[in-house]
């Protein structure tokens, strides 16, 4: 069948009206789409929140350069701490207790031995007591004669003349022991024994430092 012109116009028309019905179409929902974004409120950025890292004793943190510790801190493992400036070390005598490493000691015990009559005289040292802090002498004398033994502990400086031998300590026994102790004895001493009166005697010297 063959359309006229008139119905070919009319179609013509009809799909000139379908066209601009679709795009009108299309231009509404663009519309629509574009205010409904532009509409929608825009979402902030959560803050900033402090991020916790823990390490386990294998992975400790290295730690270098100053830093400041306060407050009561455990430190434990291998310290390696290096001087920088002078340090002051005191000591409180109420709460510590130092003790001191023993020094030097001496013991002379050559036993009983005899002296000869009045005014016979024997020297014993010097002994050196230079690293010593105390001396204690024992004496003995017995079968004495009929007279005393007598002792006597000279300070003795053996760079010096005999003036300078001052007595630190003199006593005199008869059938009798003695034992004397001496804080703080001069570097050197020596012990004299002397028979004061009487025949041939015996005696017994011991002389001991700490």
Avoid: C
């Avoid at 902030?44 to 890292?53: E, G, L, S, T, Y």
């Avoid at 306060?70 to 001087?83: H, K, L, P």
């Avoid at 000691?105 to 230079?130: E, H, K, Q, W």
């Amino acid at each position: 069948m063959r359309l006229t012109k008139k119905a070919l116009k009319g179609k013509e028309d009809i799909m000139r009206l379908s066209k601009a019905a679709l795009i009108g179409t299309v231009l509404i929902v663009a519309i629509v789409a574009l205010t409904l974004v532009s509409g929608s409120p825009v979402l902030a950025a959560p803050p900033d929140k402090d991020v916790i890292v823990v390490n386990t004793p294998a992975q400790p943190v290295p730690v270098t350069g100053t830093v400041a510790v306060t407050g009561a801190t455990t430190v434990s493992g291998t310290v390696n701490a290096a001087q920088s400036g002078p340090w002051t070390v005191r000591i409180d005598p109420a709460h510590n207790l130092v003790s001191l490493a023993p020094g030097g000691s001496l013991f002379y015990n050559p036993g009983f031995t005899t002296i000869g009559a009045a005014p016979a005289f024997v020297d014993l040292g010097p002994f050196d007591l230079s690293d010593l802090s105390k001396l204690r002498i024992i004496a003995r004398a017995f079968n004495n004669n009929d007279g005393d033994i007598k002792f006597t502990v000279f300070a003795w400086d053996p760079n010096t003349s005999t003036v300078f031998r001052i007595p630190l300590d003199e006593f005199s026994l008869n059938e009798e022991s003695l034992s004397r102790v001496y804080e703080a004895p001069p570097p050197t001493v020596v012990v004299r024994v002397t028979k004061v009166s009487g025949t041939t005697a015996n005696y017994h010297v011991v002389v001991i430092g700490r």
